[in-house]
């Protein structure tokens, strides 16, 4: 499978906002659920947000919930996270991921790491105090 290639990432001040891409090749977009994931030195990769393949169905992690926005767009095969009101702790390398699964699809399916099986290779963002 291609990797999909995330892009946008970058340094930002506390408040600030950012949106990073995901430009997905390979398979057919319109038919693969697309997660965010980050993961900070030291720490596991963690799930951040996720939207179902039909578009209908979008899922957050708590600590962003209210701050970040996933949205995709098929017809440019991209996916992207708008991330407002950015905090120190949002600094991490952020990965986007694909999953294939078309039924049952719940927001613990889609938070789990091991759910996917194509993932890029990341983009760096920077949260400055």
């Known amino acids: 499978q291609v990797q999909p290639v995330e892009s946008g990432g970058g340094l930002v001040q506390a408040g600030g906002s950012l949106r990073i891409s995901c430009a997905a090749s390979?398979?057919?977009?319109?038919?693969?659920?697309m997660g965010w994931f980050r993961q900070a030195p030291g720490k596991e990769r963690e799930f951040v947000a996720a939207?179902?393949?039909?578009?209908?169905?979008?899922y957050y992690a708590d600590s962003v919930k209210g701050r970040f926005t996933i949205s995709r767009d098929n017809a440019k095969n991209t996916v992207y996270l708008q991330m407002n009101s950015l905090k120190p702790e949002d600094t991490a390398v952020y990965y986007c991921?694909?999953?294939?699964?078309?039924?049952?699809?719940?927001?613990?399916?889609?938070?789990?790491?091991?759910?996917?099986?194509?993932w890029g290779q990341g983009t760096q963002v920077t949260v400055s105090s």
């Open positions: 991921a694909q999953n294939q699964k078309k039924w049952g699809i719940t927001k613990a399916t889609l938070m789990a790491v091991y759910e996917y099986d194509v």
């Open positions: 939207v179902s393949w039909t578009g209908g169905s979008t």
């Open positions: 390979g398979r057919t977009f319109s038919n693969v659920n």
